[in-house]
């Protein structure tokens, strides 16, 4: 392994093929990565931090769980943030950019604030696209994309686990018609994005059947949009006579799905079994740990991560700093497990998904940048120093990567050395 200073040298004398990258931290903000990437700290002990995007001058936007939106911008050329900029207010999860807007959403609305050239921060108070959004203060993010035909697609989670009644979690849940539930809940919904004031019942309910996706994004290539769906919680506390707490660790999974008009992913009557790569009916709904879902109801997953870990962001690789695998895979943000006690909590990662010549996921994926929890073992969330939330890749195909526990920013670069 070169000594730092020859790294040094070779990041400031890069090629003219490649813009000059900055100089990393020497132990890459604490990252553990993959040989030949490095990673510094662009900005740190910041609010939690949720969603960003990075705008094409290298203006990074990420938003706040809690409060507003803050604009980064490194000013001297170092790859560190030194003009930081907090503006807007109601906390959320989703945040994007497209054309002269700046899209981001609260738990409650959506709404776009109009940038101007060469400024950080807007001038003028947001425009609100979509407002009054069902929120029941559970699974309450509003995370959207923009799909290929230039409409916003805004996810609507379901506050409840499995539907389970006045029970809901507690022992003995017993899952409820969930028929008019899932007219407000638990899909995405389509609406137009230059249109201001709409409602839930303006958007088109384009898909149902989903506990809470907080994970959308449109591959630039196939133009589709592809979700993550966080599974449910506490099989064994809910039936323990059919579940004990391995099965409860392990169960169910994290899917990933491509969404499409009219999709039904099945919840709250099924989940999905990421060991024996089944799909089970609930117990709130019959279930005993065996009792098989009616085969082809529902879609089957393309990647069925571990439980519990929690998909946050999803940003596709069309750049070309990284080596050639990664163009036109997908990185997706793990912000970690809560409810795999008394078994070690799991997550704390980002992955990277390949895609094949088809455009698809291969069904595989790797650890690209792990340590955010700082430590091997930790028995709850608040153990992890860090928690990775959001991912975006920027204009010179560096990956940019934000933390819910601390407020930091990392920026992924590849050298080669």
Same mark, same amino acid.
């Given at each position: 392994m070169p000594k730092l200073p020859v790294l040094l040298a070779s990041l400031l004398f890069a090629t003219s093929a490649r813009a000059v990258l900055p100089i990393p931290d020497a132990d890459n903000g604490g990252l553990i990565l993959p040989p030949g990437f490095h990673a510094l700290v662009v900005a740190d002990k910041l609010k939690p931090l949720r969603?960003?995007?990075?705008?094409?001058?290298?203006?990074?936007?990420?938003?706040?769980?809690?409060?507003?939106?803050?604009?980064?911008?490194?000013?001297?050329?170092?790859?560190?943030?030194?003009?930081?900029?907090?503006?807007?207010?109601?906390?959320?999860?989703?945040?994007?950019?497209? !054309?002269?807007?700046?899209?981001?959403?609260?738990?409650?609305?959506?709404?776009?604030?109009?940038l101007t050239p060469g400024e950080l921060v807007p001038a003028g108070p947001p425009e609100r696209i979509v407002r009054d959004l069902p929120n029941r203060h559970q699974h309450s993010a509003k995370v959207f994309a923009f799909g290929a035909d230039g409409q916003l697609y805004v996810g609507t989670g379901s506050p409840s686990n499995a539907y389970g009644g006045k029970k809901d979690r507690a022992l003995g849940a017993t899952g409820e018609d969930p028929t008019e539930f899932l007219k407000t809940y638990g899909g995405y919904w389509r609406y137009d994005p230059g249109k201001l004031e709409q409602t839930q019942a303006d958007g088109y309910h384009f898909s149902t059947g989903h506990r809470h996706s907080t994970t959308?994004?449109?591959?630039?290539?196939?133009?589709?949009?592809?979700?993550?769906?966080?599974?449910?919680?506490?099989?064994?506390?809910?039936?323990?006579?059919?579940?004990?707490?391995?099965?409860?660790a392990e169960n169910p999974a994290e899917v990933f799905h491509v969404l499409t008009d009219g999709a039904n992913f099945g919840w709250p009557f099924t989940y999905y079994d990421p060991r024996r790569h089944l799909r089970l009916l609930n117990p709130e709904f019959g279930g005993d740990g065996k009792k098989l879902a009616e085969p082809g109801k529902? /879609?089957?997953?393309?990647?069925?991560?571990?439980?519990?870990?929690? /998909?946050?962001?999803?940003?596709?690789?069309?750049?070309?700093?990284?080596?050639?695998?990664?163009?036109?895979?997908?990185?997706?943000?793990?912000?970690?497990?809560?409810?795999?006690?008394?078994?070690?909590?799991?997550?704390?990662?980002?992955?990277?998904?390949?895609?094949?010549?088809?455009?698809?996921?291969?069904?595989?994926?790797?650890?690209?940048?792990?340590?955010?929890? !700082?430590?091997?073992?930790?028995?709850?969330?608040?153990?992890?120093?860090?928690?990775?939330?959001?991912?975006?890749?920027? /204009?010179?195909?560096?990956?940019?990567?934000?933390?819910?526990?601390?407020?930091?920013?990392?920026?992924?670069i590849y050298t080669d050395q």
């Open positions: 969603g960003m995007t990075v705008a094409p001058n290298g203006d990074i936007y990420v938003k706040t769980r809690e409060a507003g939106i803050y604009g980064l911008r490194d000013t001297d050329g170092d790859g560190r943030a030194d003009l930081v900029k907090e503006f807007g207010s109601g906390g959320g999860t989703g945040i994007a950019l497209r !054309g002269e807007w700046l899209y981001h959403s609260t738990d409650d609305h959506v709404f776009r604030y109009k959308i994004a449109l591959n630039p290539v196939s133009q589709q949009l592809f979700i993550a769906i966080h599974g449910r919680d506490q099989l064994s506390t809910v039936a323990p006579q059919f579940y004990n707490d391995d099965d409860n529902f /879609p089957e997953p393309l990647i069925a991560f571990p439980a519990h870990m929690s /998909p946050m962001q999803l940003a596709f690789y069309t750049g070309t700093q990284f080596p050639a695998k990664y163009l036109n895979g997908a990185f997706l943000a793990f912000q970690g497990s809560w409810n795999r006690a008394p078994k070690p909590q799991k997550g704390y990662q980002v992955v990277f998904i390949p895609f094949n010549a088809q455009n698809m996921p291969t069904g595989d994926y790797e650890t690209f940048a792990d340590n955010f929890a !700082g430590k091997k073992v930790i028995a709850s969330p608040g153990d992890a120093t860090h928690r990775p939330h959001g991912v975006a890749v920027g /204009p010179d195909g560096s990956l940019y990567i934000s933390d819910f526990q601390a407020g930091r920013v990392w920026r992924i």
